[in-house]
């Protein structure tokens, strides 16, 4: 009985909603009437965001609703958009009208009191279209409309940082230039407010407004130009660029991404035109009068350059501009090559300019084991001699000299024992070997300095990159600063921090993109490559090929402390037997070992040579040529000699003393093969 209690007790409570829901009123429905200028691409995107943004913010409270009959979508004529605003003010179904374009806003904004309430957001300008204002309100019955605060003069003086100019085309919307005289007449006074020259042309269509640009035109602001359509206005964008010119659009960033080289407008504005439309529309719902809603409108100040346009008609923006813009198509193009973590390395090994000169410098050493293997090989000369001496000597010579003598030599010499020579020659193999060795060495080095240097790239434009995005969302908090201050919610105080803080976010990116700059041209000097040739890299993760040649059987070592610390001894042995460090040390101490024992055996080893030669008189003249010889009974005393000489010999030479110059040897050929023993224990 009781758990039956319970159980009645719970089916009630949950009951009791959905009873007390089924008796609730249902919301009041609202029909809400749009009225857009004339066909457009993004006409059914820009009407359905309407809808939806005021259809989340006045569900619950109202039931809205948007009839297909009450949407027009008029024929870009002054009569034909004028027609359907009438046609939506007379509808008894229709209770709140939205004029959605630049001219039925204008219309629409210029009737006086209205019927019913109409929401008109697309104003360019309140005081130059003459529309009514009143304490930042229209003031007038029944109607609100959404005024951009000077729109044009902010984005001339944002295209003047861009690109400066002096005479600058505006395009106009020829239907909106008829209806709207003043737009253009306020771009015309920029010719004395702002000092360059402006022209407007109406557009009608996109070959008859690129032929009315003037030859000395420097600069395009462009208009919404709706009625154009989409292939028109894509060869009016492709005329600018055509023609060199820079161009900004003053509906925003989507036409940035078409094309056009900036805007001032972020991509999000029709989104918070739409929101506020909503919130208008409710206030009015709710009971306001919609002549006392605030026409203030701040739609943010966000530069967007799009740089492939900007390269293709040469325009570099400065430094100031490039870290508060957001940048479209800022990937350059003209890349010549494009790096990764195992190219750099490879490359770097066969182009690097300090390991070519210590390749070179190996290749000099081999010459010195030449050099040293020379002393042992047999040495052989030839010779000739012209020698004139005077003929008082050359008589009293007796035929030893003549006065005149022409004689040719030849000598041959073979070293048949020498420890120094022998000495020198293994000394010098092993430094040939240590310095081969110290090659590979600096190979790896120059891998490792290069894949340092190509780390140290992506790691600076991480940095850059984090930095640029910390600088976005300053240049957001900054927007919705003025925002809040346009609508009275924020003080001075809140915008002019946000400025401090845009400045020093500037400055750190100025400072990470010098970085990044130096990295690059850091790593183009290791590579050998025009220090500012431009790269694309490819990132490197923690499982990159480049960082483990061993694929994934590598990972498995680092799974704990056990097996890695097994993985670091065998690594460490492989080290020990492998290390080109280790090698070039251990020549290098065969060859001071080789040093030492030469200097010792300096005491008993003597050095050990064989010489010949021979000497030939070709021809003699003058005094001392024929001498009478004396003689006696046998013939002369002084016997003759033919013209020819040789000797033969040997020589042993052994040094005995040497000014305690060879213990000294000794001792020093110790200590440097200590010392290098001592590195290598190191």
């Known amino acids: 009985m009781k758990r039956a209690l319970i159980l009645a007790a719970s089916v009630a409570l949950l009951m009791t909603p959905r009873a007390a829901a089924f008796g609730q009123a249902p919301a009041p429905s609202v029909t809400i009437g749009i009225v857009a200028d004339g066909p457009w691409s993004g006409n059914d995107g820009v009407i359905e965001l309407f809808r939806r943004e005021i259809t989340d913010l006045l569900v619950g409270e109202f039931d809205p609703r948007f009839p297909s009959t009450g949407t027009i979508v008029a024929d870009w004529t002054a009569d034909g958009v004028q027609a359907a605003l009438q046609e939506l003010l007379d509808d008894p179904d229709v209770d709140v009208v939205v004029a959605l374009g630049v001219l039925s806003s204008h219309f629409a904004a210029t009737r006086g009191e209205l019927p019913k309430p109409v929401i008109a957001p697309i104003v360019i300008d309140p005081a130059v279209q003459g529309l009514p204002q009143e304490d930042g309100t229209s003031g007038t019955r029944n109607l609100s409309y959404l005024a951009l605060p000077r729109t044009l003069d902010r984005?001339?003086?944002?295209?003047q940082e861009v690109r400066p100019f002096e005479h600058l085309i505006l395009l106009i919307s020829a239907t909106v230039d008829q209806v709207i005289p003043g737009l253009g007449e306020h771009a015309r006074g920029f010719d004395t407010a702002l000092g360059f020259r402006t022209t407007v042309i109406p557009v009608e269509r996109a070959e008859a407004a690129l032929a009315a640009i003037p030859a000395d035109a420097e600069a395009v602001y462009v208009l919404p130009l709706l009625h154009l359509a989409d292939e028109e206005f894509d060869r009016l964008v492709q005329g600018f660029i055509d023609l060199g010119l820079p161009s900004f659009s003053r509906l925003g960033e989507t036409e940035v991404r078409r094309g056009l080289m900036a805007a001032r407008n972020p991509e999000n504005f029709f989104q918070r035109l739409a929101r506020r439309v909503a919130l208008h529309i409710q206030s009015t719902l709710l009971g306001e009068e919609p002549g006392e809603l605030p026409y203030a409108f701040a739609e943010g100040e966000r530069l967007t350059i799009n740089m492939a346009t900007a390269r293709a008609i040469g325009v570099f923006p400065p430094w100031k501009v490039l870290t508060e813009a957001t940048l479209i198509d800022e990937r350059r193009t003209e890349f010549v090559r494009t790096l990764s973590l195992e190219?750099?390395?490879?490359?770097?090994?066969?182009?690097?300019?300090?390991?070519?000169?210590?390749?070179?410098?190996?290749?000099?050493?081999?010459?010195?084991?030449?050099?040293?293997?020379?002393?042992?090989?047999?040495?052989?000369?030839?010779?000739?001699?012209?020698?004139?001496?005077?003929?008082?000597?050359?008589?009293?010579?007796?035929?030893?000299?003549?006065?005149?003598?022409?004689?040719?030599?030849?000598?041959?010499?073979?070293?048949?024992?020498?420890?120094?020579?022998?000495?020198?020659?293994?000394?010098?193999?092993?430094?040939?070997?240590?310095?081969?060795?110290?090659?590979?060495?600096?190979?790896?080095?120059?891998?490792?300095?290069?894949?340092?240097?190509?780390?140290?790239?992506?790691?600076?434009?991480?940095?850059?990159?984090?930095?640029?995005?910390?600088?976005?969302?300053?240049?957001?908090?900054?927007?919705?600063?003025?925002?809040?201050?346009?609508?009275?919610?924020?003080?001075?105080?809140?915008?002019?921090?946000?400025?401090?803080?845009?400045?020093?976010?500037?400055?750190?990116?100025?400072?990470?993109?010098?970085?990044?700059?130096?990295?690059?041209?850091?790593?183009?000097?290791?590579?050998?490559?025009?220090?500012?040739?431009?790269?694309?890299?490819?990132?490197?993760d923690v499982e990159d090929p480049a960082l483990l040649p061993v694929e994934g059987r590598f990972l498995d070592f680092l799974r704990d402390p056990w097996t890695f610390r097994a993985f670091r001894s065998f690594m460490a042995e492989e080290a020990l037997v492998l290390a080109p460090e280790l090698k070039a040390l251990d020549a290098a101490i065969g060859a001071q070992d080789r040093a030492r024992a030469s200097a010792t055996r300096s005491y008993w080893a003597p050095e050990i040579a064989f010489e010949a030669g021979v000497t030939n008189v070709f021809a003699r003249g003058g005094a001392g040529t024929d001498p009478e010889l004396p003689g006696g009974p046998d013939g002369p005393l002084i016997p003759e000699t033919n013209d020819i000489f040789y000797s033969l010999g040997f020589s042993a030479t052994l040094p005995i003393f040497q000014g305690l110059a060879r213990p000294a040897d000794i001792r020093q050929q110790t200590e440097l093969l200590l010392r290098l023993e001592t590195e290598r224990r190191a």
Request: aromatic share 6%; hydrophobic share 45%.
């Open 155 to 159: 984005d001339i003086a944002a295209f």
């Open 343 to 540: 190219i750099v390395a490879r490359e770097a090994v066969e182009v690097n300019l300090d390991l070519e000169a210590a390749a070179r410098a190996v290749r000099a050493g081999a010459e010195d084991v030449n050099l040293a293997r020379s002393v042992l090989l047999p040495e052989a000369e030839i010779g000739v001699l012209g020698a004139f001496i005077d003929s008082d000597r050359a008589a009293a010579s007796l035929g030893v000299q003549s006065e005149r003598t022409f004689s040719g030599s030849a000598l041959f010499r073979q070293l048949l024992f020498s420890e120094p020579a022998w000495a020198n020659l293994s000394i010098q193999g092993s430094l040939q070997q240590s310095r081969e060795f110290s090659l590979a060495s600096d190979r790896l080095d120059v891998v490792f300095i290069a894949a340092v240097a190509y780390l140290n790239v992506l790691r600076a434009k991480t940095f850059e990159r984090i930095q640029t995005e910390n600088l976005r969302v300053t240049r957001s908090n900054l927007e919705l600063a003025r925002i809040r201050q346009a609508v009275g919610e924020a003080g001075p105080a809140e915008v002019y921090r946000w400025e401090n803080q845009l400045a020093d976010n500037r400055r750190v990116v100025i400072d990470l993109s010098a970085d990044r700059n130096r990295a690059e041209i850091e790593l183009n000097r290791i590579l050998d490559r025009p220090l500012e040739e431009p790269f694309q890299t490819i990132e490197v």
